[in-house]
């Protein structure tokens, strides 16, 4: 194991800062993202229309100087409109491959919730695997690569839900709030100066970091250690989600895991070499929350998945 040098907190506060000049008031999107990028996942950002999550979006790929391409979801999108598709070339006579925006680093899924599950299904090998098949051709695609994907938690009609087996692809499930009074009005002040979200480098925004960090943090994020207890930890608030009365079922194999990589990256990203069990209770509840599945007598009792998480949180036991 080499000497933990804290490169990945020195580098992610960097970027956090880049961001934080056009975005106020999302620090804890900023932490949750940034430890689903380090842990090799995908993010789920839910939150009302109008709260800066594609800003938020650019702002990190423009600060990680990455590329950046968004889709719009729609409910007449095909898969092929994000996959890509082979055309014909009647100049050399051959077929060619035109890419889809998915291949990319960074890919943002505007209102994924909006499009069939056919078009849906089509991001399970992309984000499992990371390549895309096109024809029986496998394309393998660059690192980094995330999906982060947006879904408007109010408005339901004409919205197709997530099937399990694709939310369950999410590393993090993360709820964007509305900002507080003194976040807003620095938002209008910022707007009121001329402020113009197209234009990020007139915001002053850079480029603070490459994928060539990237791979450094991560590479700095596999020797933090993770002692046995916490791992015991771990399995226990994962093991309880799965017989609490309230659920209907719990957390999968996958979501332990992933609540061990984002402990991790999260450990790291806080500048130590060692996980501790709050690094767990920080990350638990966006890597479980969409994990957990309620019956409907506790949905109708108004209980949701956060409330379980935080039920299980205060009851397993925090090893010393």
Known sequence: MSEFSGYTKTAMDAVKNEIAKVVVGQERLADMAL??????????????????????????????????????????????????????????????????????NLFLADEINRTPPKT???????????????????????????????????????????????TDRFMMKISVAYPGVAAEKRVLMMHNGGFDVSKLEQAGVIPVCSAQDIARCKEEIKDVNVDESVINYIVSIVETTRRINAAAYGSSPRGAVALLLCSKSY??????????????????????????????????????????????????????
């Open 120 to 166: 849906q299904s089509a991001l399970l090998e992309v984000m499992q695997e990371r390549s895309i098949t096109i024809d029986g051709q496998k394309n393998a695609l660059s690192e980094p690569f995330i999906v982060i994907a947006t879904q408007n938690p109010i408005e339901y009609e004409g919205a197709y839900p997530l099937p399990e087996s694709l």
């Open 35 to 104: 430890t689903t990028l380090l842990s090799g996942g995908h993010a789920l950002i839910e939150g009302a229309p109008g709260l800066a999550k594609t800003l938020w979006s650019r702002a990190l790929a423009f600060a990680l100087s990455i590329d950046f391409k968004r889709m719009q979801f729609t409910s007449d999108l095909m898969p092929s409109d994000i996959l890509g598709t082979k055309i014909y070339d009647m100049k050399n006579s051959e077929f060619i491959l035109r890419k889809g925006p998915l291949f990319t």
């Open 267 to 320: 450990a790291a990203m806080n500048g130590r070499g060692f996980v501790v069990p709050d690094d767990v209770k920080e990350v638990a509840m966006p890597a479980l929350r969409h994990r957990v599945a309620l019956k409907p007598e506790a949905e109708m009792d108004g209980v949701n998945a956060d409330q379980v998480i935080e039920d299980i949180l205060s009851k397993v036991k925090v090893p010393r």
